[in-house]
Every structure is written in structure tokens, then in C-alpha cells.
């Protein structure tokens, strides 16, 4: 049972398509990385999820209810963080959390308690929502988001502004919530190095469409590309891998390299091979794909998904 569904959905400003016949089925528990350039339709499709602007055609569920714009009633079961989240500039952060608490209908105090200490939150609760650091105000964006328990988390960029230890600690909050408590989480970004190490699945938008969608595992293996061999007889080495059937390619770094899946999979069998032929490797290794060269890759891409 999808926890996230989207059937068709399309989005039309005038003649643009912003967003273009997107279906996605994101199931309980699972971290989905939305990613796509500026302009991809990210933004959109997370607006028609959240039933603040109406789709041109197709529909959006969540928790197996319809999506109608101007329908809030679905907010109840989703936290949402929008790129730059607005705050009360001139009140503190525990004030502006208590403002979300009674607009949530929320009565536990310890509710913003809870939000402050899992944010790390704790030394600026009494400083003013304006004096806050960008990465500051991006935690205080997600102790908003949080507060009210939701099992549904919807992020549009939420690294923006955050350090790398920051980002380190928003990512292990984040699995916590999925891997421990179930939380479902979509999240948006146009950095592939950066959701890569936290999401289970991703699919990858441009110019409103699905352009690719996959398990990280699947992406891991496409962007695998060749095996690099190195022997100190490196001619003897090359001609055993090609009685063999392979195709090594000899590089300018006196380094043989293997395009084929079947070298890829199994660099093991390439080093048994060349053990018993008397050509012991020096070194094995399998040559990845950087993670945006191959975002630009499959962007580029003509076709869809499917
Ligand atoms: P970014 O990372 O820059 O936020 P995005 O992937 O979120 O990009 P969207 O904000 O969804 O992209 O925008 C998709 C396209 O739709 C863009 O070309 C944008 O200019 C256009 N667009 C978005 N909202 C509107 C609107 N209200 N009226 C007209 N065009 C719009």
C-alpha cells in the first residue's frame, strides 16, 4: 500500500508544463530522493502534494486520500519544509514552535521540548528567530515540521544552509525517523552526492517529467563502469583476459580496463583467472561513475521511465 501516490500528474503554467504525467507509489518507511535541476517542477509537484495548488490533470494521494486543492485536512498526518522556512523574525524559537503547537491544535507542552532536544535545538531556544544561522533556521524549519508527529515528512531542499556536520545530523535524525519510527519521507534535491547517502530510492525529474527511477542499489550498479586491472606483466595479462573472451583496453596509465557487466560483477573471477595463468594482478578495481556526472547523464537521457 502506497503511503504516497501520484497517478499522471501534471501541472500546466500556461504553456508550460511544469509538471508532466508524474506517477510515483512510495510505500511506508521509505526515504524517496526527488531529485532534478532548477526549474525541473520539484517545487510543483511537492505544492500539489500538500493540496496548495491544484494539478492540471491526473491525481495525488496520501495515506490513500485524495489530494483536492484547498483541502488541508491531509496536513494533519505530514510535516513539510519549504526551501527557506518562514519564521516569526522578531520571536524566539521556542515562541515560534509554540505558535505551531496551538496552530496544530497540539496541548502536550513537552511537544516543543521534544522538538527542541531532537533538533539540537537546546542553546538557541531563547534566541530570536532573525539572529539564528541559515543552518539554525533550517532546524527550526524541521522542529516545525516534527512537531506534531507526523508519519509523513515532505522536504524541498532541506540542506540548504546546514554545514556538513549539520547535514550529518539532519541525515541520522532523518533515517532514525524512517528506519525506527516508519516515518515516510520525499525529499527534494538537486544534489545527487548529497541525498545519495540517504535515500532508498530515487527518481530523477527534468522538465517535468520521470526521467529515471530506481533503488540506490540498481543506480550503485549503473554507475559502475569499468574494472581496472594492473599486473606487472600487463601485455601478458591482456592476452590471457582475451582468450577469455573479454575486451581489456589498455590505458595510458599502463592499466587494463573492462567495460563488460560481466567483469563488473565479478572482479573476483578476473583475479582467479589471472592467479591461475600465472599474470597475479597487482591491483583490481572497479571504476565508478561520479555521482553528477551521472545525474547530467541520465538527464540527458532521451525518453522517460518507463
Ligand atoms: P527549484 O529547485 O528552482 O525550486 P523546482 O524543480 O522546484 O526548481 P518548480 O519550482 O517546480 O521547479 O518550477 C517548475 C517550472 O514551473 C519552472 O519553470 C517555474 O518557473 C515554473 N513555475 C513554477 N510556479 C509557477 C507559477 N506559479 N507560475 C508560472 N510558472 C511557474
Known amino acids: 500500500e502506497a503511503v504516497i501516490r501520484t ?3 501534471s501541472k500546466n503554467y500556461g504553456k508550460l508544463k511544469a509538471v508532466d504525467g508524474i506517477s510515483l507509489n512510495i510505500r511506508k518507511g521509505e526515504i524517496y530522493g526527488f531529485l532534478g535541476l532548477n526549474g525541473a517542477g520539484k517545487t510543483t509537484t511537492i505544492r500539489m502534494l500538500l493540496g496548495l495548488v491544484g494539478p492540471s490533470s491526473g491525481n495525488a494521494f496520501m495515506n490513500g486520500q485524495k489530494i483536492n486543492a484547498g483541502d488541508t485536512s491531509i496536513w494533519r498526518d505530514v510535516g513539510y519544509l519549504v526551501e527557506v522556512p518562514y519564521s516569526y523574525p522578531d520571536l524566539t524559537v521556542r515562541e515560534n514552535l509554540d505558535i505551531i503547537r496551538r496552530l496544530r491544535f497540539i496541548n502536550d507542552l513537552k511537544s516543543i521540548d521534544r522538538v527542541i532536544e531532537l533538533l539540537s535545538l537546546g542553546d538557541y531556544s531563547d534566541v530570536i528567530a532573525k539572529n539564528l544561522s541559515l543552518g539554525n533556521a533550517q532546524r527550526l524549519g524541521l522542529a516545525k515540521a516534527l512537531i506534531h508527529n507526523p508519519d509523513i515528512l515532505l522536504l524541498d531542499e532541506p540542506a540548504n544552509g546546514l554545514d556538513p556536520a549539520g547535514i550529518v545530523e539532519v541525515r541520522e535524525l532523518l533515517k532514525d525517523l524512517s528506519f525506527n519510527r516508519g516515518v515516510t519521507i520525499f525529499i527534494s534535491s538537486h544534489i545527487l552526492g548529497e541525498i ?6 530515487i527518481g530523477i525529474i527534468h522538465e517535468g ?7 540506490l542499489e540498481e543506480m550503485e550498479n549503473l554507475r ?6 594492473k ?5 601478458g595479462a591482456k592476452k590471457i583476459l582475451e582468450k577469455s573472451g573479454f575486451v581489456p583496453e589498455l590505458t595510458n596509465e599502463n592499466t587494463l580496463e573492462i567495460a563488460s557487466r560481466e567483469a563488473i560483477s565479478r572482479p573476483d573471477m578476473v583475479a582467479r583467472l589471472l592467479v591461475d595463468s600465472g599474470f597475479p594482478p597487482s591491483m583490481l578495481y572497479v571504476q565508478e561513475e561520479d555521482l553528477e ?7 540527458k537521457m532521451k525518453g522517460g521511465a518507463e
Open 209 to 215: 517529467r520521470l526521467q529515471y527511477e530506481s533503488s
Open 196 to 201: 545519495s547517502k540517504l535515500v532508498t530510492r
Open 224 to 229: 559502475k563502469t569499468c574494472l581496472q586491472v
Open 293 to 299: 556526472a551521472f545525474f547530467l547523464r541520465v538527464i
Open 7 to 9: 497517478e499522471n500528474l
Open 231 to 235: 599486473a606487472a606483466d600487463i601485455n
